[in-house]
């Protein structure tokens, strides 16, 4: 009597866990039309067609939201496109789902470091070299990124913009 209560919070527990897990689908299992998706998206970034690379991989992404590597080649179309932020975002939805992807670890780096994050790109180098105890790309790749440092801002005469005279005037009083 003194165990009955125990174990039916026991068999509770496990009536519970056992019905979550047996309706879910495996992760190994993407849909065929997301990865179909997904290679059209990644051929018309080949030719340079961004926006409908773009397009064809988030239609990729609706089709299946657990399409890893589609996260991964929409962050490569928006680093093409000097979108550095938008690359991070994508390569950190694609961390979460694996987060010993080294494809993303490296790409996640560069776009650090173009934004300027170094330490943050050390970071995960140090990750990468942990996976990687042999010489592997994304660790040489990432490397040479950080050691070239962020791009130099290009500024324009659009881009800065003079202080009219009446402000300076005001400015020696």
Do not use: H
Request: charge should be positive; aromatic fraction near 4%.
């Amino acid at each position: 009597m003194r165990f009955a209560p125990a174990a039916c919070v026991l068999a509770l527990a496990f009536a519970t866990v056992s019905s979550s897990v047996s309706g879910q689908a495996p992760d190994a299992k993407i849909d065929p039309r997301s990865v179909a998706l997904q290679q059209a998206g990644e051929a018309l970034a080949a030719r340079g067609d961004f926006a409908g690379a773009t397009d064809s991989l988030e239609s990729a992404l609706v089709a299946d939201p657990r399409n890893r590597s589609a996260y991964v080649s929409l962050a490569r179309v928006a680093q093409k496109q000097d979108l550095n932020g938008k690359a991070i975002r994508f390569y950190r939805e694609a961390l979460k789902m694996e987060p010993n992807d080294l494809n993303a670890l490296a790409g996640q780096g560069e776009a650090l470091v173009a934004k300027g994050a170094v330490e943050k790109a050390r970071e995960n180098l140090a990750r990468i070299e942990k996976l990687c105890l042999t010489q592997c790309s994304e660790k040489t790749v990432l490397a040479s990124a950080i050691a070239k440092g962020p791009k130099p801002e290009v500024r324009t005469a659009e881009s800065v913009t003079p202080k009219p005279v009446i402000e300076k005037a005001q400015e020696k009083n």
